[in-house]
């Protein structure tokens, strides 16, 4: 069974890295906070890598 990646909401500081690099996985909400919208958009080694190793607080994981 495939992980979903999550961003806590609660520490995003809206930088953007996520989005840039990935925006088939990563958006934007309505409140300028990223968002996952589709795990399966990537490979969950890319994933690991554009987003969760580069996350300057920390916010995204993997459940």
Same mark, same amino acid.
């Given at each position: 069974? *495939?992980?979903?990646?999550v961003v806590?909401? &609660?520490?995003?500081?809206?930088?953007?890295?996520?989005v840039?690099?990935?925006p088939?996985?990563?958006?934007?909400?309505?409140?300028?906070? *990223?968002v996952?919208f &589709?795990?399966?958009?990537?490979?969950?080694?890319?994933?690991?890598?554009? *987003?969760? &190793?580069?996350?300057?607080? *920390?916010?995204?994981h993997w459940?």
């Amino acid at each position: 069974m *495939a992980r979903a990646i999550v961003v806590d909401q &609660d520490s995003c500081i809206s930088c953007g890295l996520c989005v840039d690099n990935l925006p088939e996985v990563f958006r934007f909400d309505d409140n300028g906070k *990223a968002v996952s919208f &589709d795990s399966s958009g990537a490979p969950e080694e890319m994933i690991q890598t554009e *987003a969760v &190793d580069v996350c300057p607080v *920390a916010c995204i994981h993997w459940e």
